[in-house]
């Protein structure tokens, strides 16, 4: 199996950026496609982002295209999820998610394994 450890979190101003870190340790890094998700009090954890075991494929929920990236590192064992022109509505905690199937099982978030989660607070 592998543990995650997301880092990087915090507060930031509306229109601001954060990068979120996810660092594995464990099973190999690079035969796991992870995901972000977030869950913000009193709502559903929802999908943010996922990126496939070499990046080759990479998908975003609509409420974060074109303001966040997913990358990974597999020689750092480490994912991360830049986000930029965050808003209100991005405050939750966030968590990093690894699966060994697939990209679209991984999305799902229902097989796999997770991280600790990371506060985000956007505010002014």
């Known amino acids: 199996q592998v543990q995650l450890v997301e880092s990087g979190g915090g507060w930031q101003q509306p229109g601001e950026s954060l990068r979120l870190s996810c660092e594995a340790s464990?099973?190999?890094?690079?035969?796991?496609?992870t995901a972000w998700f977030r869950q913000a009090p009193g709502k559903e954890r929802e999908f943010v982002a996922g990126i496939s075991w070499n990046g080759g494929k990479i998908y975003y929920a609509d409420s974060v295209k074109g303001r966040f990236t997913i990358s990974r590192d597999n020689a750092k064992n480490t994912g991360y999820l830049q986000m930029n022109s965050l808003k209100p509505e991005d405050t939750a905690v966030y968590y990093c998610y690894a699966d060994l199937g697939p990209l679209e099982q991984t999305m799902r978030g229902n097989s796999g394994y997770w991280g600790q989660g990371t506060q985000v607070t956007v505010s002014s």
């Open positions: 464990g099973r190999a890094f690079y035969s796991y496609a």
